[in-house]
C-alpha cells in the first residue's frame, strides 16, 4: 500500500519557523524523488521544493529559496522540510510528493495545514 503521511503543520508567527515531515511507505520511497507543493485558499497548487533519491541535490521555488532546506533520511524513509523566515503568504495546505517527474508526482499525501500569522 502507497502512503505519503505528512506532519508538523501549525500556527506560526510571522518570522517564525516550522519543520514538516513526511513518511513514506519504503515501496514509495525507494528511487524516487521527494517534494513539496503548498496550495493557498483560492489558488492552484504550487511546486514548493524537492530532493533526489541520493539527497545530494535539491530544487526550490524562487519563492522559498534562501528560507526553506528539504532533507531527506533514507533510512527513515521521511522528507523533511525546514521553513525558516515564514511569511503570511507562506499560509497554505502543504502536500508531500513521490515521482520521477517533479511537477507530476506519482503519489501524494493528504497535506498539512500552515498558517502564519502576522
Known amino acids: 500500500q502507497v502512503q505519503l503521511v505528512e506532519s508538523g503543520g501549525g500556527l506560526v508567527q510571522a518570522g517564525g519557523s516550522l519543520r514538516l515531515s513526511c513518511a513514506a511507505s519504503r515501496r514509495t520511497f525507494l528511487t524516487r524523488a521527494m517534494g513539496w507543493f503548498r496550495q493557498a485558499p483560492g489558488k492552484e497548487r504550487e511546486f514548493v521544493a524537492d530532493?533526489?533519491?541520493?539527497?545530494?541535490?535539491?530544487y526550490y521555488a524562487d519563492s522559498v529559496k534562501g528560507r526553506f532546506n528539504i532533507s531527506r533520511d533514507n533510512a527513515k524513509n521521511t522528507v523533511y522540510l525546514q521553513m525558516n523566515s515564514l511569511k503570511p503568504e507562506d499560509t497554505a495546505v502543504y502536500y508531500c510528493a513521490a515521482g520521477y517527474n517533479r511537477y507530476n508526482p506519482d503519489y501524494w499525501g493528504q497535506g498539512t495545514q500552515v498558517t502564519v500569522s502576522i
Open positions: 530532493i533526489n533519491w541520493t539527497g545530494d541535490s535539491a
